[in-house]
């Protein structure tokens, strides 16, 4: 398995002999506006990509999370082959195939789907709590698995949850993938994982290797790689976990 983390939750993988691209944004730096009611004003991306996007356009297959214009944008709608095979959660399929999209199939909830010898199996996971986390919709979290590979699950944009720990319980994973950045609105509470919910999550799955993503690339992502750093530094966590760099791999 080799992981390259792109931007934001974008990800290059390179597992069970396939290559997966997670949750394409492949807009130019400030192409979009702010999220609206966050609490700055920066256009979005923050950061441009670590290479040109033509890099990542030809994967095996695409993963896409969830729909929000941070995992799927209007450049990877135009950049990415319609050929290409899509990989979502059920209830986003139609969406991608009125894109253009002419292969694209939904995990289903509780069916594990098999892609060239990989297996992939749908997690849930919460987008924030009350108002907001219902605002924010369906969000979906998947574990892969292949022959000589290590039990991986790409937890998606979720907080700390029963749903991770249902996860966490029941796929017993090898290396977990975090969005982190504690993104927030105004109003409510976080909607991608805090500092705090990443050391819940290493306490309990303590065997596990962790990776986090999803920061610096978002305006409403407030937690910075310094600042998670500094928090797992002080919780004796810090080895446990990796944070990379735009383009950086794992
Ligand atoms: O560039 C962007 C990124 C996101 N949004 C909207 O914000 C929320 C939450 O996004 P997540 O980062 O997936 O938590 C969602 O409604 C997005 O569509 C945006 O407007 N612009």
Known sequence: MKIQLIRNAALWLEYGGITFLVDPMLSE???????????NARRNPLVSLPGPAQKWLAPDAVLVTHLHQDHWDEAA???????????????????LAAQGFGHVSAIEDLEAKN???VTLKRTGGQHGTGEIGKLMGKVSGFVFRAEGEPVLYVA???I?????KEALDEHKPEVIIVNAGGAQFLAGGHITMNEQDIIELCRYAPEASV????????????????????RL??????????????????
Do not use: Y
């Open 160 to 164: 700390w949850c029963d749903e991770v």
């Open 211 to 230: 990776i986090a993503v999803h920061m610096e690339a978002i305006n409403h992502c407030l937690v910075t790689r310094e600042q998670l750093a500094a």
């Open 29 to 39: 730096k400030e192409a979009n506006p702010p999220v609206p009611n966050s609490p």
């Open 156 to 158: 998606g944009d979720t």
């Open 233 to 250: 530094g002080q919780a004796g966590l810090l080895e446990r976990v990796q944070i990379p760099a735009d383009g950086e791999w794992c």
């Open 77 to 95: 709608v135009s950049l990415l082959p319609h050929e290409l095979p899509v990989l979502c959660q059920a209830g986003d399929e139609g969406t």
């Open 115 to 117: 892609f060239r010898g």
